[in-house]
């Protein structure tokens, strides 16, 4: 089942914009984590934010996370050609008996040059 | 792609095939996972475990087979009963909740 859900599913920007993509989710976690893939490539992993947080930092990157409304946003600012890429939101929680990650359907971003 | 080798990385199966991916890591975890890619598409889990000889069933493991006899290693065995196989298929580990994958497999089914 796909628990977390981007908005937009394809943003273009051009470089040097902030790109702002949004994720919600249904029940309980642990944490939502944000991946990054390239074209035919693995999940890059790049920022946790637990439930008990707000908001999260990490270079370029921006997190915020609303549990009252089940939702998070990921901001990339001063983008980059090479941002180009889809993320996804993953959310950490229990499903039976295991803590397992279930991912969103993804935001293409695509930033011009 | 960190410590995680996937192989081979294009693989193309007859129908009625059975055809089992690689997924190997050197990173020491204990947990690892099969996803699932369709194109623009998120992840779906197939199969998962936790430790060595134990796997669990995820969303879509209908036509799938798993083994865990080595720490290192989960390979993912795509049988005849899986009616559409083609796909992106992304192997896992993970510590502390967090993922680490590998470069994938594309699958495609002639």
């Known amino acids: 089942s796909q628990q977390g859900e981007e908005d937009p599913q394809a943003l273009s920007i051009q470089e040097g914009e902030n790109a702002t993509m949004n994720c919600s989710y249904k029940t309980s976690i642990n944490n939502l984590q944000w991946y990054r893939q390239n074209s035919g490539r693995g999940l890059v992993h790049l920022i946790l934010?637990?439930?008990?947080?707000r908001e999260k930092h990490s270079g370029r990157l921006r997190v915020t996370l609303d549990t009252s409304k089940k939702s998070s946003s990921l901001l990339i600012t001063a983008s980059r050609a090479a941002d180009t890429a889809s993320y996804f939101c993953?959310?950490?929680?229990?499903?039976?008996?295991?803590?397992?990650?279930?991912f969103g359907s993804g935001t293409q971003l695509t930033v011009l040059p | 792609d960190g410590g995680i080798t996937q192989s081979p990385k294009y693989l193309f199966r007859k129908e009625g095939q059975n055809v089992t991916l690689s997924c190997e890591q050197n990173?020491?975890?204990?947990?690892m996972y099969w996803y699932r890619q369709d194109p623009g598409q998120g992840l779906r889990l197939i199969y998962y475990s936790q430790i060595v000889n134990d796997f669990q069933k995820g969303d879509i493991a209908e036509g799938y087979s798993v083994s865990r006899e080595k720490k290192e290693s989960f390979p993912l065995t795509v049988t005849s009963a899986q009616k559409n196989p083609t796909a992106f298929y992304l192997c896992?580990?993970?510590?502390?909740?967090?993922?680490?994958f590998g470069p994938g497999t594309r699958l495609t089914v002639l």
């Open positions: 934010i637990r439930s008990n947080e």
């Open positions: 990173l020491n975890h204990d947990a």
């Open positions: 896992a580990s993970s510590i502390a909740g967090i993922s680490f």
């Open positions: 993953a959310t950490d929680a229990v499903r039976g008996s295991a803590r397992q990650l279930t």
